[in-house]
């Protein structure tokens, strides 16, 4: 399954990784991503595609049209931490 607007992904890089975000549109290489907490849907963050670890689950519109729905879809996939520190995989 490719990316696609509303599908939840996990970030894998930057500031924000580790976090879950919903993909608000797409570019060549890029992905707007949101998460209705940091990233409001008003304000997306531009990031790579490279660095999104996608999932199966893609949203409906009502799911995301809201920054408080969002919180809460995306608080079902559990709470947002870092993946990885200084190049190594947290356990």
């Known amino acids: 399954m490719d990316l696609c ?3 939840i992904v996990r970030s894998r890089a930057g500031r924000d990784a ?4 919903v993909i ?5 290489n890029f992905a707007w991503i949101a998460d209705g907490d940091l990233r409001p ?3 997306p963050k531009r ?3 490279m660095h999104l670890a996608r999932t199966n689950t893609v949203l ?3 799911d ?3 920054n408080n729905r969002l919180k809460q879809v995306l608080a079902a996939f559990g709470r947002p931490g870092p ?3 200084g190049g190594q995989e947290l356990v």
């Open 47 to 49: 990031k790579k595609l």
């Open 24 to 28: 608000m549109g797409l570019e060549e």
């Open 41 to 43: 849907i008003e304000k």
């Open 18 to 21: 580790g976090r879950w975000c």
């Open 5 to 7: 607007k509303g599908m």
């Open 64 to 66: 995301y049209s809201t």
């Open 60 to 62: 409906a519109p009502d």
């Open 83 to 85: 993946m990885h520190e």
